[in-house]
């Protein structure tokens, strides 16, 4: 028992991260259709400049590295949306999908460029530690706690931005009827790149976060990348919950499995299970749509 | 206030606008009229900014119109309820209402005209916070409308607002156009399929046949003309 509460613990705290990569996905897709492949790789470019922050300015805060990772992972979104899919928006839609594969190799080399192939270390650490809980035999490291408090600001954050705000209503309106919402005076492609900024500083955080806890390389972006989309599709693509709920879901399921089965086995299990439940439910758990269009 | 000058709209290859020219003049109500596939959901588009017209002026208030986006057009006053409504379906009929009037910042008009919706059409009192995609055809035709009202355009144009609407109701909602016309001073441009109808309640008319306006004049004269009651109400 307190065996599967650990790796319920240790699901949550990897699946908070997963959830905070897949409100990206899900909030581009919301207002362009689109499967964003380069969203893995906005989360990267947060590990890499938070990293370089800390270590060309020694002394900065943590938080400000944060905070200049998150800036930085959404204009680098904003400004591929802008060359890349902005200029596709009226063709096929497999064109802009190429077009964000592309940018996601392309972003992979550029960090290998810049930074190099190998991983390094990330400058900062998390304080080391945990807290038992003797009683049920489990514990939480600091890390975790870090994690997920942090994981639940973010998402508080974007949850007053989407539901209080005039640009949130914007937005709201822009990926239900985008051209309803230009008739009523809204700056769509504003809000198409505001939708990307917030997405990829959500990604960019994680980075940190990842980079922290592991380190830093420019491919660090696939896997989290690929279990953050299963998971907003697990939740249903475009609905904000359904990738918290997804992204949760899948950290825990990894962690499940690669505890009592074998960590060989956890993508090929988490897709299974993605298979399973949109044979079942085809719009995901929250999703409304009954077709997702790829 | 508005006039269309020599307005051309390609789609693809399809010439869906030849040489459109039309007037509305202020406090009036013109009404373009045609058959199915005519041209006048694309004319409407034209206008508010939603399709680019490849040659001609527009002039909205001695505004050059042709190359300014959208959500800017409906900035000077021209506010365009679309065809099949297009209410945003998850939000709610106030939210929907709110976003009408997204480009008034003024919080006491925005509540004034909140109030005026909500006397032309009581029924979307009842239903404040039901999700728009809710709510029946009609209810939604209107939402559509007092959305659009919302923005407090001195042009409102409206695209077949009797569109799939039982017909008891149709009368109500253009009733409630009259009114707004009159009570508000507002400027209409109303396309319809349904002639009869539009016709009587236009001051001018506007007839649209494959792309190209073939006739026009004041309603009451074209309501009269046998060639009108022949091909569009069905005399
Ligand atoms: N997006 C589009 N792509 C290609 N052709 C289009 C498009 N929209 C309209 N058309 C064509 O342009 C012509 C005019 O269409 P439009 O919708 O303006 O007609 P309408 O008069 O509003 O008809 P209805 O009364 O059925 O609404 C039609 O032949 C239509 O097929
Ligand atoms: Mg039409």
Known sequence: MSEFLQFLINGVAVGSMYALIALGYTMVYGIVSLINFAHGEFMMMGAFIGALVLHRLQGTPLVVALLIAMLASGLIAVVTELVAYRPLRNQPKIFVLTAAIAVSVLLQNVARLVFGSSAVAFPASFPEGSIAFDSLGIWIEYSQLIVLCLSLVLMVGLWLVVNKTKIGMAMRATSQDLEAARLMGIDTNLIISFTFFVGASLAGAVGVLYGMQYSVDPLMGVQPGLAAFVAAVLGGIGSLPGAMIGGVLIGVIENLVAGYLSSTYQSAITFLILILVLSVKPSGLLGRMTVVKV | ?235
Do not use: W
């Not at chain 2, 006039?3 to 789609?11: D, F, K, L, P, S």
């Not at chain 2, 399809?14 to 596939?37: P, Y």
């Not at chain 2, 694309?42 to 002026?57: D, E, I, M, P």
């Not at chain 2, 355009?153 to 009733?175: K, T, W, Y």
């Open chain 2, 1 to 235: 206030m508005l006039e269309a000058h020599g307005v051309n709209v390609y789609y693809g290859a399809i010439h869906a606008l030849k040489d459109v020219s039309l007037r509305v003049e202020a406090g009036s109500i013109v009404t373009l009229i045609g058959a199915n596939g005519a041209g006048k959901s694309t004319a409407l588009r034209a206008l508010s900014g939603l399709h680019r017209t490849s040659s001609g002026s527009v002039k909205f208030s001695g505004q050059e119109l042709s190359s300014m986006p959208a959500h800017r057009i409906v900035r000077l006053g021209l506010s365009h309820c679309p065809e099949g409504r297009h209410v945003f379906p998850r939000l709610s009929v106030k939210e929907n209402l709110e976003l009408g009037a997204f480009i008034i910042k003024d919080k006491a008009a925005i509540k004034a005209s909140l109030s005026h919706v909500f006397e032309l059409f009581p029924r979307l009192k009842e239903r404040l916070n039901q999700a728009a995609g809710t709510l029946s055809g009609g209810e939604q035709q209107m939402l559509a409308i007092g959305r659009a009202f919302m923005a407090q355009p001195r042009l409102l144009m409206l695209d077949e607002p009797s569109l799939g609407i039982a017909p008891i109701l149709v009368q109500e909602i253009f009733r409630t156009i009259k009114q707004i016309s009159v009570s508000q001073n507002m400027t209409i441009l109303l396309v319809e399929q349904n002639a009869n109808l539009a016709l009587k309640i236009a001051d001018y008319a506007y007839v649209l046949e494959t792309g190209r306006i073939v006739l026009h004049g004041k309603a009451s004269e074209l309501a009269a003309d046998p060639r009108i009651k022949a091909a569009y109400l069905g005399h």
